[in-house]
């Protein structure tokens, strides 16, 4: 079994019952309190919602982000418009057990996870003393994206 972490926005329709759903979907064991924040990467758009499940999964990394994208299909997504635009649920795989991963497609840890506030705080929730593979601890990357603001 392998402890997951996915991070999990939305801001389109109902936000915080997609989240919800999406949660549930992939078997979150745990999830963070949901936060509002702004729009990143592409400004002109609703605000979000996000949160960070924690999952336990016998699915290896690919197979687990084929799931990840199954449900965000099944909870309405549609892969159109602007990069980073607006989106009824998006699921990121950010962390998958203490694996890098860098292959086409997948790239762990996530490729913009020290870049956003937004999913630092609600994983530092979670997991505050975790390494991040390659860097520091979770807290680490959080004071560091705080000092930066």
Same mark, same amino acid.
């Given at each position: 079994?392998?402890?997951?972490?996915? %991070?999990?926005?939305?801001?389109?329709?109902?936000?915080?019952?997609?989240? =919800?759903?999406?949660?549930?979907?992939?078997?979150?064991?745990?999830?963070?309190?949901?936060?509002?924040?702004?729009?990143?990467?592409?400004?002109?758009?609703?605000?979000?919602?996000?949160?960070?499940?924690?999952?336990?999964?016998?699915? %290896?990394?690919?197979?687990?982000? *084929?799931?990840?994208?199954?449900?965000? /299909?099944?909870?309405?997504?549609? =892969?159109? %418009?602007? /990069?980073? %635009?607006? =989106?009824?649920?998006?699921?990121?795989?950010?962390?998958?057990? *203490?694996?890098?991963? *860098?292959?086409?497609?997948?790239?762990?840890?996530?490729?913009?996870?020290?870049?956003?506030?937004?999913?630092?705080?609600?994983?530092?929730e979670l997991i505050p003393a975790q390494k991040?593979?390659?860097?520091?601890?979770?807290?680490?990357?959080?004071?560091?994206?705080?000092?930066?603001?």
């Amino acid at each position: 079994m392998i402890l997951a972490y996915v %991070g999990l926005g939305s801001n389109l329709d109902d936000r915080e019952s997609l989240i =919800r759903q999406a949660a549930e979907l992939i078997g979150a064991v745990r999830l963070s309190a949901i936060v509002e924040s702004e729009p990143w990467g592409y400004e002109h758009q609703p605000r979000f919602l996000n949160a960070v499940a924690e999952i336990e999964t016998v699915l %290896g990394p690919r197979q687990l982000l *084929d799931h990840l994208f199954d449900v965000e /299909r099944r909870l309405g997504r549609e =892969r159109v %418009g602007p /990069r980073w %635009g607006p =989106r009824t649920i998006d699921l990121d795989l950010l962390l998958y057990g *203490d694996e890098t991963i *860098d292959e086409p497609g997948l790239i762990v840890p996530h490729p913009y996870l020290l870049q956003r506030r937004f999913v630092l705080e609600p994983l530092a929730e979670l997991i505050p003393a975790q390494k991040i593979p390659g860097n520091g601890t979770v807290s680490e990357a959080l004071a560091e994206i705080q000092s930066e603001s």
